[in-house]
């Protein structure tokens, strides 16, 4: 495997010295350059606003309700992570953003 990166690196410096010489003017290779084509999918469209942050706030169901999933309400800003209440629902819960 050297050997081969040996002898290709030989040939690339020898194309070289060619084309300097003028042997031949355009090089018979040439090394492809990437596109920076960067697609961010967190920065709106063009003509599009950004959504604004919903909160939820979402509550344990209680030892004794066992079977039900998790309550939640729509909930006022606030810091993320803090208590929070919903209504006709027994206990406190934690705001999240979505």
């Given at each position: 495997?050297?050997?081969?990166?040996?002898?290709?690196?030989?040939?690339?410096?020898?194309?070289?010295?060619?084309?300097?010489?003028?042997?031949?003017?355009p090089v018979p290779f040439e090394i492809a350059q990437a596109q920076p084509d960067v697609i961010n999918r967190n920065l709106p469209a063009p003509g599009q606003g950004m959504r604004p942050p919903r909160y939820v706030c979402i509550i344990r169901p209680p030892s004794s309700d066992a079977g039900a999933g998790r309550y939640s309400c729509p909930a006022s800003p606030g810091r993320v992570g803090e208590s929070c209440r919903c209504p006709n629902t027994v206990g406190s819960g934690k705001l999240r953003q979505y």
């Open positions: 495997m050297r050997g081969l990166l040996l002898a290709l690196a030989l040939v690339t410096v020898a194309a070289d010295g060619y084309a300097a010489e003028g042997a031949f003017s």
